[in-house]
């Protein structure tokens, strides 16, 4: 498939500029997205987290999901967040991937619920999934996750996705791409939906119900050879993000202030918006729904998640 292929060419540039190797046993290189639902690491670290279980970090913010792939791929980095749809595009094509530790999940019903939504244009007469048929409608990125959400939400509620035209825009222009027509209606989710639903009508709220009511969205992941290599530094890094799922998932305000910092998102922003939820294990039941939906949608075999997860040698 070439989209998997894509992920690890897009950014490529990356192994270039590589950072040097370092020596310490300690030492874990962490790529991730300026996101709420990708900042367990951002939290562990200001937590302390990290700290209290020997861990020396150094975390790089990346701008794209292919970004991290290749610097994963590149020994750029260690660990990165990832999709579990991406992560299952790259295990069909035999590329090597090896979620370590659980990240962020949807739960509906619940907060994380109307994190998400699909737009309209305050004047569309759009009403239904139905209507959507033949229209363009604006997804953050092609393939991925919220396009594979809306296709299905669109498919599960009488309308036909396959007569959808799909483009990809920056999450931030989705207002300004409404207002001036260039597209139908688009999945927006925070930290910028609850400022764009102010000026334009919500079609629906909980579009992953689409896949499934609950389920893992993302993971942190390394090559199986790194993970082979440091036994004891998955480990760590592994029941480090569970602490700091079960302290974030609890301390809201807490959290809010340290994504502020790292995302540069305006704090008021932050206190308005519905916060991610993070999963303390990596459940397959929990990471399967995403990955027959991304089977489905990009057309590659589906298989049992527990091919996906790092198994450490007994």
Known sequence: MKRASALLLAGAALGSSALPA??????????????????????AKD?????????????????????????VASNAVDVGYGNIDILAALHSKNIPVAPIAAANS?????????SV???????STI???????????????????????????IDQHGGDSSTVKFVEVPIPAMPAALDA??????LVVEPFLGVAVKTHRVLAYGIYDGITKHVMLGAWFATPQWAKDHPDLVTRFASVMRETATWANANAQLSGTILSKYTKIDPDVVATIARAHFAEQLTPALMQPL??????????????????IYVPSR
């Open 22 to 43: 370092r020596a310490q046993a300690n030492a874990i290189r962490i790529a991730t997205l300026p996101i709420d639902g990708a900042g367990e690491v951002f939290y």
């Open 106 to 114: 949807y739960d509906s019903p619940g907060g994380t619920v109307r």
């Open 181 to 186: 027509a260039r597209t139908d209606a688009a």
């Open 291 to 308: 990955i027959d939906a991304a089977a489905k949608y990009n057309g590659f075999s589906s298989f049992p998640a527990r091919d996906l």
């Open 47 to 71: 937590a302390g987290f990290f700290a209290k279980a020997g861990l020396d970090v150094e975390i790089q913010i990346m701008s794209t999901s292919s970004a991290i792939a290749a610097a």
């Open 127 to 153: 009403q239904q999934a139905k209507d959507l048929n033949g229209k363009v409608v604006a997804v953050g990125g092609l393939r991925g996750l919220t396009q594979i959400a809306t296709q299905a939400w």
């Open 117 to 123: 939504a699909l737009l309209l244009p305050a004047n």
